[in-house]
């Protein structure tokens, strides 16, 4: 089914956006090299700068604590507005205190915060996904940001999941609670831990939320690979913007063809390898300018499969490229590639993680009192980044 482009813009309290879309926090992969590459993108080829694009999750209490690993993940471009940045907490304290250093400190004009993240080391502690479940503790850290933040323009966020499992869905009460305490907008990834990656999201629960909470923006998210997925999203679910996580690795780009979507212009031609090549080479660029050259080449190899998912590259470059050590290492392998090759079809649909389905680990006693309000034992004490 073909759904047609259609003008669509999205206000998060004070922030106006020209295009409906954020960039979902990913942990290792939405730092400021790979957010700058995908602004620049959409300057080359839908000519501006018009959704939301999200900064890594840290964690509260690494922030307030001023961790060096933290403090650098916070590096936004200069020339990057809205500066948005994704918080995790399990504790009202520390979410009030990294809340007002943020807005003290003039670091970010937005605050997502995160409670989707269905990683065992994260839910294990009564984070992430699992904290939806404890009502009352969810709505005292939402609270205690929008207080942090309440004489300034920084609108606070909310992402989070269907639930733990489905015998445990908390998405409708999370929304609610989440629009009462003060948040400007509310983003559900249409998962529920337990489904961790794999399988298909379920829109209906984004329809649903949008029924449920009518006064704050509803985001949804899960299995938006191309311009056309964002649309469909829309229109089926009535919701008020679209969050891109997987479908935009490898594919920097999305964020034009989807800017052009919603404005009701044509997409972009897709790039052919050569072009797939020279954006690749300027990711490797600025990895190396923001961690250095070492572990920029580091980090650039595992965004090595997603860029030639599809593509006919051959084991040996591939191999060789997963390998690469400097810039100049990577832009003569990078040389080495089929200029011509046109955009596949075998290039598009699913990257990144999918795995399956597995119990959610949670602290012991998790679900027995949803309306317990004791902060978890040790999450704060997480690095950022998940």
Same mark, same amino acid.
């Given at each position: 089914?073909?759904?047609?482009?259609?003008?669509?813009?999205?206000?998060?309290?004070?922030?106006?956006? +020209?295009?409906?879309?954020?960039?979902?926090?990913?942990?290792?992969?939405?730092?400021?090299?790979?957010?700058?590459?995908?602004?620049?993108?959409?300057?080359?080829?839908?000519?501006?700068?018009?959704?939301?694009?999200?900064?890594?999750?840290?964690?509260?209490?690494?922030?307030?604590?001023?961790?060096?690993? @933290?403090?650098?993940?916070?590096?936004?471009?200069?020339?990057?507005?809205?500066?948005?940045?994704?918080?995790?907490?399990?504790?009202? #304290?520390?979410? !009030?205190?990294?809340?007002?250093?943020? =807005?003290?400190?003039?670091?970010? &004009?937005?605050?997502?915060?995160?409670?989707?993240?269905?990683?065992?080391?994260?839910?294990?502690?009564?984070?992430?996904?699992?904290?939806?479940? #404890?009502?009352?503790?969810? *709505?005292?850290?939402?609270?205690?940001?929008?207080?942090?933040?309440?004489?300034?323009?920084?609108?606070? @966020?909310?992402?989070?999941?269907?639930?733990? &499992?489905?015998?445990?869905?908390?998405?409708?009460?999370? *929304?609610?609670?989440?629009?009462?305490?003060? +948040?400007? =907008?509310?983003?559900?990834?249409?998962? @529920?831990?337990?489904?961790?990656?794999?399988?298909?999201?379920?829109?209906?629960?984004?329809?649903?939320?949008?029924?449920?909470? @009518? &006064?704050?923006?509803?985001?949804?998210?899960?299995?938006?690979?191309?311009?056309?997925?964002?649309?469909?999203?829309?229109?089926?679910?009535?919701?008020?913007?679209?969050?891109?996580?997987?479908?935009?690795?490898?594919?920097?780009?999305?964020?034009?063809?989807?800017?052009?979507?919603?404005?009701?212009?044509?997409?972009?031609?897709?790039?052919?390898?050569?072009?797939?090549?020279?954006?690749?080479?300027?990711?490797?660029?600025?990895?190396?300018?923001?961690?250095?050259?070492?572990?920029?080449?580091?980090?650039?190899? #595992?965004?090595?499969?997603? !860029?030639?998912?599809?593509?006919?590259?051959? +084991?040996?470059?591939?191999?060789?490229?997963?390998?690469? #050590?400097?810039?100049?290492?990577?832009?003569?392998?990078?040389?080495?590639?089929? =200029?011509?090759?046109?955009?596949?079809? =075998?290039?598009?649909?699913?990257?990144?993680?999918?795995?399956?389905?597995?119990?959610?680990?949670?602290?012991?006693?998790?679900?027995? &009192?949803?309306?317990?309000?004791?902060?978890?034992?040790?999450?704060?004490?997480?690095?950022?980044?998940?």
């Amino acid at each position: 089914m073909t759904v047609a482009a259609e003008t669509r813009s999205l206000s998060i309290g004070d922030i106006r956006l +020209a295009s409906p879309v954020v960039l979902a926090p990913m942990a290792g992969v939405t730092n400021v090299a790979f957010r700058t590459l995908c602004r620049e993108l959409e300057i080359a080829r839908a000519g501006t700068v018009s959704g939301l694009y999200v900064c890594e999750m840290v964690t509260a209490r690494a922030l307030v604590e001023r961790h060096p690993a @933290t403090m650098h993940m916070v590096t936004f471009g200069p020339d990057e507005s809205p500066r948005s940045l994704q918080l995790y907490s399990v504790d009202p #304290k520390y979410t !009030y205190d990294a809340a007002k250093m943020i =807005a003290d400190e003039g670091l970010a &004009d937005h605050i997502d915060m995160n409670f989707g993240c269905p990683v065992p080391k994260v839910t294990r502690r009564g984070g992430g996904a699992a904290l939806p479940f #404890k009502r009352k503790l969810f *709505g005292q850290i939402i609270k205690a940001a929008v207080a942090a933040t309440n004489n300034t323009d920084i609108p606070v @966020t909310v992402k989070f999941r269907v639930g733990i &499992d489905d015998e445990h869905h908390t998405f409708l009460d999370a *929304g609610r609670i989440a629009a009462e305490e003060g +948040a400007a =907008a509310v983003a559900l990834h249409a998962r @529920t831990a337990a489904q961790r990656y794999s399988g298909k999201a379920d829109w209906q629960h984004i329809t649903a939320l949008k029924e449920h909470v @009518t &006064d704050v923006p509803v985001l949804g998210n899960g299995d938006i690979f191309e311009a056309e997925d964002a649309l469909a999203m829309m229109a089926s679910t009535g919701c008020d913007g679209v969050v891109i996580g997987r479908g935009c690795l490898g594919r920097p780009w999305l964020f034009a063809e989807l800017s052009a979507a919603f404005s009701g212009k044509p997409l972009p031609t897709p790039p052919n390898l050569g072009e797939v090549a020279e954006i690749l080479l300027r990711h490797g660029d600025l990895l190396a300018a923001h961690f250095g050259e070492d572990k920029g080449m580091r980090d650039i190899r #595992k965004h090595v499969a997603w !860029y030639l998912h599809g593509f006919p590259a051959g +084991a040996e470059l591939r191999r060789a490229l997963a390998l690469v #050590k400097t810039v100049a290492e990577l832009e003569d392998l990078l040389g080495q590639l089929d =200029a011509d090759v046109p955009f596949p079809a =075998a290039a598009q649909g699913p990257r990144g993680r999918q795995g399956s389905s597995a119990s959610v680990a949670l602290p012991e006693g998790w679900l027995a &009192d949803p309306d317990d309000c004791t902060v978890p034992a040790g999450a704060e004490v997480m690095h950022s980044g998940g």
